[in-house]
């Protein structure tokens, strides 16, 4: 995993991923990244990372982008902004609690960071309040 920051996109899995979202014109790349069932034992740090990223672009179209979104991802929400994403929502409500959970490679990543563990699990846990409201 090559992260460089601690906002969604500012890893390779996940900017990697944006190009398959941008290749799309409906959910599906969004639905393949939220897959709870999928991930009922250890939850790998990309399918993490890509759980993140979708969780971002829902949050984008439903609410507004949040900071740091890359110029491609607010491009996709912004001509994507008619799609309907509330059937999405319990599925990356779950991913999002999965990726903070103790069986997540992310979550242990992060908690190896002691500066930055802290800022990083706000962030996931406020995308979380965004989409529960």
Known sequence: MG???MKTFENDTASDWI???EESNDTSVL????KPEEYEGYLEGPDGENALAACEIINGILNNPREGLPDNAIAWIT???NLDMT????GALKMLKRVLA???ELNELWAENETDYPAWKSGVEELIKLLSN
């Open 3 to 5: 992260a460089w920051g």
């Open 19 to 21: 190009w398959d979202l």
């Open 31 to 34: 639905e393949s990244a939220l």
């Open 79 to 81: 001509s994507h902004s």
């Open 87 to 90: 059937p999405l929502i319990p």
């Open 102 to 104: 103790d069986n997540s």
